[in-house]
């Protein structure tokens, strides 16, 4: 799957989703707020630019989540942003290689 492709189908249901389990899971789950400011910058590059340097943002997400390692006390929404999110990351730097 294409960076492209990740962009077209999981940013939208990320953006769905991460709202949702923020509000849900935030209270034990903190990092969440900061997975939810993230991927909004993401948002707002992938809005101004065809190619946004997403580098950072990965970075920084693999470091937020423990290299999007789902928590055993959450649901399956949980778990699917971590998946999204893990095979986006995959994709875009597969993309850059």
Not at 8 to 29: C, D, M, N, W
Not at 78 to 93: C, G, I, K, P
Request: net charge negative; aromatic share 10%; with cysteine.
């Amino acid at each position: 799957m294409t960076f492209q492709d990740v962009m077209e189908t999981h940013f939208k249901t990320l953006s769905q989703y991460i709202p949702i389990v923020t509000r849900v899971h935030g209270a034990h789950h903190p990092e969440m707020y900061e997975v939810q400011q993230v991927f909004a910058r993401m948002e707002e590059k992938l809005m101004h630019t065809g190619t946004p340097d997403l580098h950072q943002e990965f970075l920084t997400l693999r470091k937020l989540t423990n290299n999007y390692t789902v928590p055993n006390d959450v649901c399956e929404s949980y778990e699917a942003v971590y998946r999204l999110l893990s095979e986006a990351d995959t994709a875009y730097h597969q993309r850059s290689r």
